[in-house]
């Protein structure tokens, strides 16, 4: 919409054109029609009324069509930027190939609306080509048939000048109310979506506090907040807990004001500071993230960087606190994503600061350090904190706590005359917390790439102020796309011929009239249907290169298109870190938009005009080669000014376009991280400055666009009219030894060629600038696929040098995995991330990955989806080297479930199986298999009985546990909406347990989650791997020891290397550096026990 629709509305700045300068020009022209042939000019304007009301009623279907488009263009770019912003999800589970072919769907749904558009606008061309020339022949009809005149040279050619007039304004009128009414749906549906928008609600200023209050995340949402009464401790620490899904987030985002209030009152200050639990970055430095638009105090800045323990991963960064947090921050690892949304908050000066379990994401140590240096200073002095937690040692220290269950407050308990004391590492972890061991450290699976260099995170440079080659060479590529060479052939074809009747019309008009005046007595009906005949071959010649050229550009944006999205999802994890959103969708939206809607007309014209030039050029130098003067002398003009116009245009379209994706990318993290800066007092309108801002910049590349236009137009008019003042003179000199006709002739011929010569360099000049977006999209086309590096890959069950198969048909069967001195990279050059790793994991084992931060486990379990470098060394599946194995078939025979759980829109049932490929039994028995764990409730399929559903729902309410937020199969929601962060999370279990993959891997996936919830999941994997067959094997990067302690194996890593391999009974007994890290937990008890 901020593209599509804003664009629309700028391409109809030109319409004064239509209110004053066409009806004044129509008018004129008809007038001297009038003056010229007397009443036959009434019947040319009957029909030429006819032919407007026809493209007016044309024009209203077109408005209509118009809008579907414009509807189908938002569901594709709303389906692209979901996949963007998941693209770690997709390529996780190898969906890459559903994720294409449903924004190829949107995408045919799309087209078929804009087929019926360009089929609209085709008439419209053909009504306004066709109408001009029916109104030319009666009038020559009317003249020489019914009046029985005579028709001189000089009243036909000045009838065909007027006419030629009429019908280029005619067209210049429907172009530009095209644009109007497209401008028009435009404004309906901006005016629609405001409509549509709710109001943040404004709570009134006053303490901190809730008052039977009882709130939806949405209008739609079944799960609510019910009779909430909280007086938060005004300057002190207010904890919130609870199970997974029991509204802890909807109570932060309720005090925002952020979900519909159905009762109650809030009250609140009005500045507040939001750390939300998934951290909110801009694709800025880490600096400017931290201040958020808000003055900087260098030492209160170096002090909540101390107290966030920031201090030592600023000095690991390649470049400090000035290093680019990318999009969403994916430069940085999770800790450290949720200490600088943490430090943001603190940085601030808000009264209230509310922190969403901000220490699920940290380590003990960490943990133990920020609530030393944060909670237990004066940092928070004053200051009303409410923070979510799931630690209870924290919330033991609380001022007041809030424990909510099911929606509603189970327990609000003031602690009074507490004081907050440090901790040490060991009492952080000696109980059942959210906290996680120290082998994690927030490394979530992405860590920093070593290889990064500094310059280019700060300062990347705009790859689209580079230009790509010349316009001739891209216009090639761009026509070969059209279709078959023989369709191309046709096409140029037809406009070869078809140009060659204007000055043929011309020509033949001459010698009628010529002969005329020589023979009255001429066979006029002869030389009337030859007339006649040339006219319906232009009207008819002209129109079809015109249909082709448009069905061709069709055909081209079609596949164009479908190798974009191809070659986007192909593209390796690493090209999304350093390509912000915005740019890429304004590849999908403004450039292919071009490509859809400006190419195939320009291509068209600049041929049509290219061969017109020609064949006039020839038609003046063989009839009086001295009006080839001033046709010469306006070809240099048109020459030199078109150049000096295509150096400055195709650099301001360049400008143009790079200026425009920074806005995208801006709206885009500002939607993103709305419910932070809404909840800061005056940010909405610094955010909103910032986007003007950028919004200025782009109107201003847009302007000394339009601008260079209209220098182009001047100059050029200019030449045209000194060159009809040229050719007029010529012809006054030449009236004596001419005949008139032919005078008529290289007269309108010298005038229709100045005529062509503009429109031609304009056309060339505005084709050139809009090949910028189709050399945009040809260097997307060209980008490394993730397996391009490697050898071609084997097909499954194809023979290798032996004769065996390289990938055995029904490969894997079994879960084993060995590491045979495996080194591993992020890039190819780059230094090795880990170093001579051999292992072996047995099919059915269920092994824990431990270690401290940056020790390399979640780059051994990437390791096993090739999302890294292997550069030496062999990592074998099932017996199958996986360098062997094509990316996308590993991926689909691999289930990971990640620290960050992903929906995507849809219904439960599509989130579970996208393919479709499984039962819908098989898929309600995996969500039936989480019916323990307290935090997702659920409902059973709208399908099935409905007794036994009103039965169990009878049931509920009457014992009063009526579950939060049932869903069934069917039920739809918007990327994870309505579900709490843990419900996500069961969600993610069962789309892994429904894979039934032979390899599980767990990266932290319950690191987010309540002590009762993780381990409820940890008996379902265990369940699920025991009664696998001994096929099925589980891999956990481990956040709680106490959950691996009944793992078949623990593997401990430091620094890139394996240093303890063994069961946890072993590797404790051994009394190495296992032991160290038990003793140093909670779990002592645990693991002496075996």
């Known amino acids: 919409m901020i593209s599509s629709d804003i664009d629309a509305i700028f391409k109809a700045r030109d319409i004064t054109l239509i209110c004053v300068a066409t009806p004044l020009n129509l008018s004129i022209s008809i007038f001297g029609l009038y003056r010229l042939v007397g009443w036959p000019s009434l019947v040319a304007a009957s029909i030429l009324v006819v032919s407007l009301l026809s493209s007016l009623y ?200 952020e979900t519909v209030q159905e009762g109650g009152r809030v009250t609140r200050p009005k500045d507040v500071g939001y750390a939300p639990q998934t951290a909110w970055l801009q694709n800025d430095t880490i600096k400017n993230n931290i201040i958020l638009e808000e003055a900087f105090e260098p030492a209160r800045y170096r002090r909540v960087v101390q107290c966030c323990c920031l201090e030592f991963d600023f000095d690991q960064l390649p470049a400090g606190d000035e290093t680019i947090a990318g999009e969403n921050g994916t430069t940085l690892s999770g800790g450290q994503r949720a200490r600088v949304s943490l430090a943001r908050a603190f940085y601030s000066k808000a009264p209230v600061l509310l922190l969403d379990d901000i220490f699920s994401a940290l380590d003990a140590k960490t943990a133990a350090g920020i609530w030393e240096h944060s909670f237990c200073s004066d940092l928070l002095k004053g200051r009303t904190v409410v923070l979510v937690t799931q630690v209870p040692w924290i919330a033991a220290q609380s001022d007041l706590e809030v424990i909510l269950s099911n929606g509603q407050t189970q327990s609000v308990e003031q602690h009074l005359g507490v004081t907050r004391r440090p901790v040490s590492v060991e009492i952080a972890l000696a109980t059942d917390s959210g906290l996680r ?49 023989i369709f191309v052939v046709i096409c140029i074809a037809t406009l070869v011929i078809g140009a060659a009747t204007i000055p043929l019309g011309n020509l033949w008009l001459a010698k009628w009239t010529e002969d005329g005046e020589q023979n009255p007595d001429i066979d006029v009906p002869y030389y009337l249907s030859i007339y006649c005949a040339i006219i319906a071959a232009e009207v008819v010649m002209s129109n079809i290169p015109l249909i082709m050229s448009k069905y061709g550009g069709w055909v081209a944006a079609r596949t164009i298109h479908a190798q974009l999205v191809q070659s986007i999802m192909n593209a390796p994890l690493s090209w999304f870190t350093e390509i912000p959103v915005g740019r890429v969708l304004n590849r999908f939206s403004r450039d292919m938009a071009s490509l859809d809607n400006n190419l195939p007309y320009l291509a068209n014209m600049v041929l049509w005009l290219g061969i017109s030039l020609v064949y006039r050029l020839l038609a003046i130098s063989s009839v009086l080669p001295i009006f080839a003067v001033p046709s010469t002398v306006v070809c240099v003009i048109g020459v030199f000014v078109g150049e000096m116009y295509t150096r400055t245009g195709v650099i301001l379209r360049r400008l143009d376009s790079s200026t425009q ?255 479709g490929s499984v039962p819908e039994e098989t898929l309600q028995n995996v969500i039936d298999s989480t019916k323990t764990i307290a935090s997702f409730q659920h409902r059973r399929s709208s399908r099935e009985s409905s007794d036994s559903e009103e039965s169990d729902t009878s049931a509920r309410q009457q014992e009063g546990t009526e579950p939060p937020g049932p869903h069934t199969l069917e039920s739809g929601f918007g990327a994870g909406e309505n579900f709490s962060h843990g419900q996500r999370q069961v969600l993610s279990l069962c789309r892994a347990l429904v894979r039934k993959s032979n390899l599980m891997l767990l990266d932290e996936a319950t690191a987010n989650m309540d002590h009762e919830t993780d381990r409820a999941i940890q008996e379902i994997l265990g369940r699920e791997v025991e009664g696998g067959d001994q096929n099925r094997t589980l891999v956990t990067i481990a956040h709680r020891l106490k959950t691996i302690f009944n793992y078949d194996k623990v593997v401990v890593m430091a620094e890139g290397k394996i240093i303890e391999t063994g069961s946890p009974g072993d590797l404790y007994q051994a009394q190495g550096v296992f032991y160290e890290m038990v003793e140093h937990s909670g779990d002592r008890d645990v693991f002496r026990a075996l």
Request: glycine content about 8%.
């Open 437 to 485: 061991d120290g082998g994690n450290g927030g490394e979530n699976g992405k860590p920093v790439p070593p290889t990064v260099e500094k310059d280019r995170s700060v300062d990347a440079v705009d790859a689209e102020m580079r230009a790509r080659g010349a316009a001739r060479r891209i216009y090639g590529k761009y026509i070969a796309y059209w279709g078959h060479p």
């Open 58 to 257: 044309t024009a209203r279907a077109m408005a209509r069509a118009q809008l579907k488009v414009r509807d189908a263009q938002d569901s594709r770019i709303s389906l692209v930027s979901e996949d963007l912003s998941l693209i770690k999800a997709i390529k996780y589970f190898a969906w890459e190939q559903y994720a294409s072919d449903k924004i190829q769907a949107a995408r045919r749904f799309e087209q078929k609306y804009i087929w019926k558009h360009v089929v609209l606008n085709t008439i419209i061309s053909v009504l306004n080509a066709s109408f001009p020339y029916v109104a030319l022949l009666s009038i020559f009809v009317t003249r020489v048939m019914i009046q029985k005149k005579p028709l001189p040279a000089s009243l036909a050619f000045a009838t065909v000048g007027l006419i030629k007039n009429i019908r280029n304004r005619l067209n210049m009128a429907s172009f530009l109310s095209r644009n109007v009414t497209a401008a028009m749906i435009a404004f309906k549906r901006l005016d629609g979506y405001y409509g549509r928008c709710q109001p943040l609600q404004q709570h009134p200023l006053g303490p901190l506090q809730i008052r039977g209050g009882s709130f939806a995340p949405s209008g739609s949402a079944s799960f609510k907040l019910e009779d909430i009464t909280v007086d938060f401790v005004e300057g002190g620490l207010n904890t919130v807990t609870g199970p997974s899904g029991s509204g802890k987030t909807t109570l932060l985002l309720s005090l925002l004001g």
């Open 661 to 915: 994706s920074p806005v995208f990318s801006q709206f885009v993290d500002t939607l993103t991280g709305l419910a932070v800066v809404r909840a800061r007092e005056g940010m909405p309108e610094k955010f909103g400055m910032i986007l003007m801002e950028r919004l200025l910049l782009w109107s201003t590349a847009a302007e000394s666009l339009y601008n260079a236009n209209r220098w182009v137009a001047v100059r050029i008019d200019l030449a045209t009219s000194l060159v009809t003042l040229g050719a007029g003179i010529i012809a006054l000199a030449k009236a004596d030894s001419t005949p008139a006709g032919l005078i008529g002739f290289s007269l309108a011929n010298a005038t229709g060629l100045s005529q062509t010569i503009i429109f031609l360099v304009r056309s060339m000049n505005d084709l050139e600038i809009e090949l910028q977006s189709f050399d945009r999209l040809q260097e997307y086309l060209e980008l490394k696929s993730e397996d391009a590096s490697d050898d071609p890959l084997p097909e499954e069950g194809a023979p290798d040098s032996e004769g065996g198969p390289v990938i055995p048909l029904n490969w894997p069967q079994n879960g084993e995995i060995e590491f045979q001195d495996v080194t591993i990279r992020y890039e190819d050059k780059g230094p090795d991330i880990l170093s001579n790793i051999n292992l072996k994991l047995r099919s059915g084992e269920r092994v824990a990955v431990v270690g401290r931060t940056g020790s390399g486990k979640s780059t051994l379990v990437l390791s096993l989806l090739r999302f890294t470098h292997i550069a030496s060394g062999k990592i074998l599946f099932n017996g199958v080297d996986i360098s062997k194995v094509p990316r996308r078939r590993l991926r689909q025979a691999v289930t990971i479930i990640p620290q960050e759980p992903v929906l995507f829109s849809g219904t439960v049932g599509s989130n579970l199986d996208p393919t």
